[in-house]
């Protein structure tokens, strides 16, 4: 316990001041009533001490000292529960994510759905965005600062192909810290890595779930698994699918769930899907993070006002019952 303003705890003084002067009052109260008693104007009995008569001015007491004490501004540590952790934003950004199957395009859906999970998120949660077409890059390391968050997202542009095993692989490498290297042996399996453990980490993977490379996009979400990362897929586009022209070239693209789905199975996450806004909306809320309590200074003078309105009424109350009278 501090205070912002200890010079003002010298107004204290005034409470032992007035202890002594109410000592002294009841005092000579005592004498008066041994002198009426002996001239045998009251009843001897009523000499006896009743300690019940002290409760009322101590609990005025008590209150008055709060209030004195709350002038100094009390400042307290108060642990208070946060949500802590990393997500990353992986996005999809392949060219069928220009496909027009969601308005404008798939990737302008997943941008647009990202800025309002940016916005929901609390400042104790440090946010990443990872883009993987042909290829993964980290676009923008996990950081509190949403501004470079959002211009990493707002550069995202489609291109290539979909391998969405290298964008789970460059999310992890985001929220370890580091560059990962994970080899692939002859039989498609990936070779076992242990990448440490991140139990306060997520991913939102936002993609239409059409892979087209290694390494397999499932054995990646065992590695993901293993390191305690949770992956929520955000599915983009239709299961229907529609026809996009590149370069001349008319492409059959499709929403992939049965892929996501089991991405999110293998890691413990959930999946949503895009089109549907009220599954979207939970997306915010269903990403599960460690909770820690961490302890913020405070100022408690409310606390010190209210403790001594409490005391005042119960010893204006005592009073009244006793005596008929407050004080």
């Known amino acids: 316990m501090s205070f912002e303003w200890p010079w003002a705890l010298a107004l204290l003084l005034a409470v032992p001041v007035l202890v002594v002067a109410y000592r002294h009052m009841q005092a000579r109260r005592q004498v008066r009533r041994a002198e009426l008693a002996a001239e045998g104007l009251i009843a001897p009995e009523l000499l006896a001490p009743d300690r019940w008569r002290h409760v009322a001015p101590l609990l005025l007491l008590g209150a008055l000292t709060l209030l004195l004490a709350s002038l100094g501004r009390p400042v307290a540590t108060v642990t208070e529960p946060h949500r802590e952790g990393t997500v990353v934003l992986a996005f999809d950004v392949s060219t069928s994510m220009a496909a027009k199957d969601m308005s404008p395009t798939r990737l302008d859906a997943a941008k647009a759905a990202a ?30 600062d949403r501004s470079l968050v959002l211009a990493a997202i707002d550069r995202l542009t489609p291109q290539g192909g979909t391998a ?19 080899d692939t042996s002859r039989d498609g399996s990936l070779d076992d890595v242990d990448i440490g453990y991140y139990g306060s980490a997520a991913m939102v993977l936002l993609s239409d779930g059409e ?23 955000v599915g983009l586009g239709s299961p229907q699918g529609t026809v996009l ?7 059959s693209t499709a929403l992939d769930e049965q892929t996501l789905r089991a991405i999110a199975d293998v890691t413990g996450g959930v999946y949503h899907n895009a089109s549907d806004t009220a599954q979207l909306a939970k997306v915010y809320d269903s990403v599960d993070l460690a909770w820690t309590t961490r302890g913020e200074k405070r100022e408690v003078t409310s606390w010190f006002a209210t403790a001594a309105a409490v005391l005042l009424l119960l010893g204006a109350t005592i009073s009244v019952l006793r005596s008929g009278r407050v004080v």
Request: glycine share 12%; net charge neutral.
């Open 245 to 251: 022209d590149v370069d001349g070239f008319q492409i």
């Open 115 to 144: 800025r309002t999970f940016v916005a929901r998120q609390p400042s104790s949660i440090r946010l990443g965005v990872v883009a993987f077409g042909d290829s993964a890059v980290v676009s923008q390391q996990p950081t509190d």
């Open 164 to 182: 969405l095993g290298r964008g789970i692989i460059s999310g992890l490498g985001a929220i370890a810290g580091k560059p990962l290297t994970v």
């Open 211 to 233: 892979n087209t490379t290694s390494p397999d996009p499932l054995a990646v979400a065992d590695l993901a698994s293993a390191a305690g990362v949770r992956i929520y897929p």
